[in-house]
């Protein structure tokens, strides 16, 4: 077991989560392509592959309890954080990873086809302006602006009764005071994410009804 995968191993742990030994090898791949696209890309600006497990691997996993059933959609997924990891975790989910970033697209599309990732679709689009012929139960994201920009420029893909699922640092109380009226704060939970410093926070948000 090389130090990836004891790092990996010992955050599943502390995070008190069950995935199979496959789905730690698929992430441990998607690392290991992650780190060596990076080199040429810049696709994150972490450069040590170990940290690359705390700051990305397990800070995206954290995220996975709260998951539910219904299709994704990561948008600025950036390297697919936290989709593409959804998607290795959850071969039962549907999930679509969305960029304006055409190198990023690029790496997700080759992450898909090396590791046959049949549940992901990449879309190379700006958010605002991509229109699809569909909806999803759940959108996610990790290091979008803000709370209102999120729902301003995604909430033509969320379905009716679907959730806005977004990561974030500090308690976010500014931006949630500045969500339009017509959302509603469902829950906002702290998280712990071992290996990494400072405060998480989720925040799940929906249509009023």
């Not at 990836?4 to 995070?15: D, H, Q, S």
């Not at 496959?22 to 696709?43: F, G, I, P, Q, T």
């Not at 700051?55 to 709260?66: A, K, N, V, Y």
């Amino acid at each position: 077991m090389n130090e990836f995968e004891k790092r990996l191993r010992w955050g599943i742990n502390e995070l008190d989560l069950s995935l199979s030994d496959e789905a730690v090898a698929r992430v441990l791949a998607y690392h290991e392509l992650l780190v060596k696209w990076n080199k040429a890309y810049n696709l994150t600006s972490v450069r040590d592959a170990l940290q690359m497990v705390d700051r990305h691997l397990i800070d995206s996993l954290s995220i996975m309890p709260f998951i539910g059933e219904g299709d994704l959609i990561d948008v600025g997924t950036g390297p697919g954080l936290p989709g593409m990891i959804a998607a290795l975790v959850r071969p039962d989910l549907n999930v679509w990873l969305l960029d304006s970033n055409g190198k990023k697209c690029r790496f997700l599309n080759q992450v898909k086809m090396t590791l046959k990732v049949e549940n992901c679709t990449v879309v190379h689009h700006r958010l605002e302006s991509w229109q699809p012929e569909r909806q999803f139960a759940q959108i996610t994201s990790r290091a979008f602006a803000t709370l209102s920009d999120m729902v301003a420029f995604s909430r033509h893909l969320l379905a009716e009764n679907g959730r806005f699922i977004a990561m974030k640092g500090l308690y976010p109380h500014e931006e949630i005071a500045e969500l339009p009226a017509d959302i509603e704060v469902q829950k906002v939970t702290p998280l712990t994410v071992p290996g990494t410093d400072g405060e998480r926070h989720l925040v799940e948000l929906g249509f009023k009804s």
